[in-house]
């Protein structure tokens, strides 16, 4: 069997286990039989679909791809969950949140369970979740150019990607001092290791709520 992942997902295989794969921003380019990749997209092949939002997420996908592998017989045998958290100790150093015991970060959580969030981005919303703020009913449509002026909406923060600003700046008025601005670094703008990335994330929105 020959597995083809994307570059953002590219470590989770190798933490899973799997030593020789393709990797190609587009799976299908390749000559594969399993694709490893986000949720978000799509592939003709047979695919495993994945996230990698939350510190939760990367430690469920490393064990869901680990026992994939197992059971098709590309490793002799799948990852254990105290392998998973060794890898997170590994990054000790450089992460505060991501090695947070539970009680600490639920703090955290309690902290922002009265904070509304108008969120610019679908794979944001799980982060803003996960740290106990509320996301506010809202979906971003390009093709709505007026999907943000909805008069009910009532937020104290929003958060958006860096690559959606120029979209932001043109539907929200940033100054306004009605709600404060929260801009998440993606794509080529942070780091493309999952926790260190996702160890980013969280402390920007921590930080700013």
Known sequence: MIVVTTPMCR???????????????????????LAILLSESKVKMNSLAIKINT?????????????????NGLIDKAIEIDEIDSIFKHYQDNLKFAVLEEDEFNK?????????????????KDIVRDIGANVIDFRYDKSLED???????????LVYPDYLESEVLKRENLGSGDFKPIKILSHNNISKDPILKAESRYETLINGF
């Open 55 to 71: 510190f939760d997420q990367i430690k469920d996908s490393i064990k869901l791809v680990s026992d994939c592998f197992f059971e």
């Open 108 to 124: 955290i959580r309690s902290s922002n369970n009265d904070k509304n969030v108008k969120v610019y981005s679908e794979f944001l």
């Open 11 to 33: 470590q989770i295989v190798e933490w899973a286990g799997l030593k020789e794969f393709k990797v190609n921003k587009f799976p299908d380019e390749e000559e594969g039989d």
């Open 147 to 157: 999907d943000c002026h909805d008069s009910n909406l009532d937020f104290d923060y």
